[in-house]
């Protein structure tokens, strides 16, 4: 029905940067939000950064003044820069997206994740 596509993971020194990519397809009537979250192993997941349909963004303490979120309705898309990476933001990274296939009906749809490594 829905399908996330991630990609732009990688290996990278800190102090480096990542851009990360997740595309939406599908039977989408609208998306209301995407996302991204990391799970470091041995660690639950947590969010990232979130941008709802009217471009309000939310960060993660953690990752406020290096990594910006941005959308592009039109391709179904978001982006995550990530700068000045640190070797704890190793993890990986899952797109999310909360879309409404139909009326009264929401999905709640999850990438493959796509694993970021930074080195010290």
């Known amino acids: 029905q829905v399908q996330l596509v991630e990609s732009g993971g990688g290996s990278v020194q800190a102090g480096g940067s990542l851009r990360l990519s997740c595309a939406a397809s599908?039977?989408?009537?609208?998306?209301?939000?995407m996302g991204w979250y990391r799970q470091a192993p041995g660690k639950q997941r947590e969010l990232v950064a979130v941008?709802?349909?009217?471009?309000?963004?939310k960060y993660a303490d953690s990752v406020k003044g290096r990594f910006t979120i941005t959308g592009d309705n039109a391709k179904n898309t978001v982006y995550l820069q990530m700068n000045s990476l640190k070797p704890e933001d190793t993890a990986v990274y899952y797109c999310?997206?909360?879309?409404?296939?139909?009326?009264?009906?929401?999905?709640?749809?999850w990438g493959e994740g796509t694993l970021v490594t930074v080195s010290s």
């Open positions: 999310n997206a909360e879309i409404t296939i139909g009326i009264n009906a929401d999905v709640d749809a």
């Open positions: 599908g039977s989408i009537f609208s998306i209301n939000a």
């Open positions: 941008i709802t349909s009217g471009s309000s963004t």
